[in-house]
């Protein structure tokens, strides 16, 4: 089968198309035809060696995707050959509280990935994808989704008429809003550009604000809601936008941090004692567990969700969804088509 490799981790050049031997299941594994996946930034962190330690030269990167059922290894009830399926990247982290161990058994990091025609995941992770939804509406959902998923239901505990903020108009964001909007909330979302925050305003965004037009992004936000802070923060910026997001935040706030892709936090916040004086929850959350993403496929089927996939690159075509990916210039999921189906 043809799979591609990480290589020595030195950036977009090292991924590698290789050709190796077909996976075989064991007990309790499921040996799956990739369909589709989709690119994260986590990919790019652990393409140029910056994601936790170095992997393995060989290693098939590629956290989310949607694939076929070819075999089972023994005792495996739950999937059966020709199931279409899907699970999240901590595949041996499949309800209850997050532990660090999850990171021992990571598809794409620890384990190899879906960027390959095959690969082989424990039977109990899998999630069936439902008939009436698409490759292209499952195979986004399992990172990026189930991640603004676990921020918004189960953190943030989202209800109707709640105010959400999401930072940027990549995967997660663009989710949080979608999400948001299933759940009767409003959404506030920020961009550098114009033309993504008209975008995010057909998809249902009630507030836009431009940040590189208004570094201020938290005072145009109070501007435009009438001084009323965010209820729930999805957090991707990090270090250059936390600050901010403190003064977003309303009064019983959270504020949830998925990513730092503004770059690294600063020794202090200025504004530390408004997590006090507001009662703010701030909560580091890492994707999330198979029950969640059950609840979110399922979610995705009532609504007829339908990810906002921005760029199909072919499976021959990987290197440049990584690089377009790279340039910033997406608005959600860049997707890579594997397999027929």
């Not at 009630?206 to 809601?225: G, H, Q, S």
Request: glycine share 12%; aromatic share 4%; proline share 4%.
């Amino acid at each position: 089968m043809r799979a591609y490799q990480i290589g020595d981790q030195q950036g977009l050049e090292s991924l590698t198309l290789v050709e190796r031997s077909a996976p075989e299941c064991g007990s309790g594994q499921a040996l799956v035809r990739v369909l589709s996946m989709c690119l994260n930034h986590r990919d790019l962190n652990v393409l140029s060696g910056q994601y936790g330690a170095r992997r393995p030269a060989e290693r098939t990167p590629g956290s989310d995707g949607v694939g076929e059922v070819i075999a089972v290894g023994a005792g495996v009830t739950q999937v059966k050959a020709g199931d279409r399926v899907t699970c999240g990247h901590f595949v041996t982290w499949l309800d209850g509280a997050f532990t660090p161990a999850a990171f021992g058994v990571d598809v794409g990091t620890s384990v190899d990935g879906w960027l390959a025609e095959q690969l082989v995941v424990p039977a109990a992770a899998l999630v069936k994808a439902p008939a009436s939804l698409s490759n292209a509406q499952v195979s986004p959902l399992p990172s990026a989704g189930l991640t603004a998923w676990n921020a918004l239901v189960e953190v943030g505990k989202i209800k109707a008429g709640d105010l959400v903020l999401a930072l940027g108009t990549g995967g997660v964001s663009i989710f949080a809003l979608q999400i948001a909007k299933l759940h009767g909330a409003k959404v506030a979302i920020s961009s550098s550009s114009d033309e993504k925050l008209e975008r995010a305003r057909a998809l249902g965004a009630d507030y836009t604000v431009n940040y590189a037009t208004r570094p201020d992004w938290a005072a145009a936000l109070a501007e435009a809601t009438g001084g009323r802070g965010a209820d729930i923060i999805v957090e991707t910026g990090g270090g250059a936008t936390l600050s901010q997001s403190i003064v977003a935040a309303a009064p019983n706030g959270r504020i949830v941090i998925i990513g730092s892709l503004s770059g690294g936090f600063a020794v202090e916040l200025p504004n530390f004692a408004s997590l006090i004086g507001k009662n703010l929850v701030m909560k580091g959350i890492a994707a999330g567990n198979r029950r969640m993403l059950d609840d979110l496929i399922k979610a995705a089927e009532a609504a007829r969700l339908t990810p906002v996939v921005d760029k199909v690159f072919a499976f021959d075509e990987a290197p440049a969804a990584y690089a377009h990916l790279k340039a910033g210039g997406h608005m959600g999921k860049v997707m890579i088509q594997v397999g027929e189906g």
